[in-house]
């Protein structure tokens, strides 16, 4: 009796072949849910994109509805530095930021103080700024970015000097076509002129400068008011991608010819600067804002003629609504 229950025991065991097969069959499940966990995981993340981009053209719209409708300009000259861009001047109109801007007149720039609202009338790189400009607004990252320009990481400025801490934004202003490049032509075959977009490198004085809807007669649904440019940091050393910075407005075109102007290499985006392609860490290609307040999932493979019309307010292209 005893040698037949030591020999029913082992018959309840596994074998060496039965465990490897099991092992080959969950790695093997393993192995073929994990691209799909990780495509849900992306189109999460694609979706948060989509709506950051959403809530920037919800306050466009209260900015515009405040101004006569008129765009925000792409920047503000003040004194004699590129102070402030589009990124700034509507942060009142958009929910759940805790930094705000403002005109108030700044006794002291160099003056470190505990206020943390940014003082447009001041330099974005004064003491005075440091505790809005270092402040991440996550409205403007996007949780896809993976890759970093290596003057940028964890989304601030990692880089010394004076940029050293600041909050990076992985969104552009669209200024148009790249106007100096003689491959960018428009559908008459002309190249195309300076700041045919909606948020232009223009110096202008005051915020009832932008541009406004009227003026975008292409459409507002078939013109690119933001596209994602992620990952930049000083953007070559000009703080390209700092969301207080007056730079994060850009030519979409690169001067080489050869480069797409949807996700080339990052060599070949981060530092292009003024004149920038497209660019997201988004698997297949970038979104990007319209004037009308609703976003556009830009694939890769569109061709160079449909992007540059999306670029342009008023180059009077047709569009059949299939990009």
Known sequence: MLLFCTQQKRRAGFSVIEVLVAAAVVLLLVGLLLPVVQRVREAGRRLSCQNNLKQVGLATAQFASVHRGRMPPGRIQKGNFKTISWSSFFLEFMDHVDRQATWEPVAD???????????????????VNHKA????????????????????????ISES???????????????????????YFDHHGHPYPSNTGVLLLQQVSSLSQGIPYQAITDGLSKTILIFEYS???????????????????????????????????????????????MFSDHPGGVNALMCDGSVRYLVDRTENHVVLALLTRASGEVMDGRY
């Open 231 to 277: 990952g930049v940091g000083l953007g070559g050393g000009q703080a390209r991608g700092v969301w207080a910075s007056g730079l994060n407005c850009n030519y979409v075109g690169h001067t080489q010819r050869n480069v797409s102007l949807i996700n080339p290499l990052p060599v070949k985006a981060w530092k292009a600067g003024p004149n920038v392609p």
């Open 109 to 127: 720039a160099e003056l470190v103080t505990d206020d943390t609202r940014l003082f447009m009338n001041a330099d974005f790189r004064s003491p």
């Open 133 to 156: 400009t270092t402040t991440k607004i996550r409205q403007y990252l996007c949780p896809s970015v993976s890759r970093e320009e290596s003057s940028r990481h964890n989304d601030t």
């Open 161 to 183: 000097g004076d940029f050293y801490g600041m909050a990076c934004i992985d969104y552009s202003g669209n200024s148009g076509v790249n106007p100096n490049e003689a491959h």
